[in-house]
């Protein structure tokens, strides 16, 4: 079975600019989830998705994070624009809740604001 | 916000001993849940426990929850070089099918 896929797997921007991460959850997934990792902290909820809507981004900061999730397969989070402090992991998690609560996570993109 | 808090920070043993580190959590939970996280295999679920158990095993782990306390703990026994990695709780406080909120972890070293 194919795991959760992310990419870019890596990227530096300048702050101010703008930045998108693609997600592709396990196939069947209905709930899909992105979280930020900042260096020696645990992740920390951004928004959740069931189907192709939003069920919860309480965590998200709206001014400049936007997310989607068109046909409600693979999932799409921007920053615009970025500030030092966006320089985090990017988790993007799947799973097949309601059935099962077990999260099932991708590789992460590394971002880095200079 | 950071709900959980896992204590020790940082553990080192010698390979064969058991590994224990606990994590304690700040509101009602559906569920708690158990994460390794190491840089050749991402973050990986370990086991879930739901808020009407008090015990759990899988292999080598054993997770027990004590919700009147509002704390759980893992138990990782006869450790491996490969168990080296960071291990975090998240708990899951709404339906079950929520976000989870993780606790900023344990780096467990273990020492061949």
């Known amino acids: 079975e194919a795991g959760v896929a992310q990419s870019p797997r890596y990227k530096i921007i300048e702050k101010r600019q703008s930045v998108a991460f693609w997600c592709n959850p396990i196939s069947g997934h209905a709930t899909l989830y992105w979280y930020q990792q900042i260096l020696g902290q645990g992740p920390k909820l951004l928004i959740q998705?069931?189907?192709?809507?939003?069920?919860?981004d309480s965590q998200l900061p709206k001014d400049r994070f936007s997310a989607e999730r068109l046909k409600g397969v693979d999932s799409t989070l921007k920053i615009q624009p970025a500030k030092l402090e966006d320089s985090a992991v990017y988790l993007c998690?799947?799973?097949?809740?309601?059935?099962?609560?077990?999260?099932?996570f991708g590789p992460g993109t590394r971002l880095t604001v200079t | 916000s950071q709900q959980g808090e896992e204590d020790p920070q940082a553990l080192s043993i010698q390979e064969g001993e058991n590994a224990t580190m606990n994590c304690s959590y700040k509101?009602?939970?559906?569920?708690l849940q158990w994460y390794r996280q190491n840089s050749g295999r991402g973050l990986v679920h370990l086991i879930l426990i739901r808020s009407n158990e008090r015990e759990k095993h899988s292999g080598r782990l054993r997770v027990t929850l004590d919700t009147s306390k509002k704390s759980s703990s893992l138990l990782i026994t006869a450790s491996r070089a490969a168990d080296t990695a960071s291990y975090f709780c998240a708990s899951n406080s709404g339906g079950g099918a929520d976000g989870l909120t993780f606790g900023k972890g344990t780096h467990l070293i273990i020492q061949p």
């Open positions: 998690a799947s799973s097949l809740a309601p059935t099962s609560y077990e999260q099932y």
């Open positions: 509101t009602s939970i559906n569920n």
């Open positions: 998705f069931q189907n192709n809507g939003v069920v919860d």
